[in-house]
């Protein structure tokens, strides 16, 4: 199962963001890898739920592949 929460602040005076808003993304997969429930979180990743994915992705992968070598 793989869950994402957008959070969105906002950006006050005197910070040099040139945004209204800053954007934060959570990502958290959870399911089997082999015989093995794994879950895998990432928090207050800026911008970029794209590139979350890809770590989500890679480290499931990399899981898999450590479980079934045993």
């Not at 800026?46 to 992968?61: A, E, L, P, R």
Request: net charge positive; with cysteine.
């Amino acid at each position: 199962m793989l869950e994402w929460r957008k959070q969105t602040w906002p950006v006050f005076g005197g910070h040099p963001c040139k945004d209204s808003q800053v954007i934060f993304y959570q990502g958290k997969w959870t399911g089997y890898a082999g015989d093995k429930l794994i879950v895998i979180s990432i928090y207050n990743l800026y911008n970029s739920k794209g590139q979350g994915q890809t770590w989500i992705d890679g480290y499931i992968g990399k899981l898999t592949a450590a479980l079934g070598s045993k």
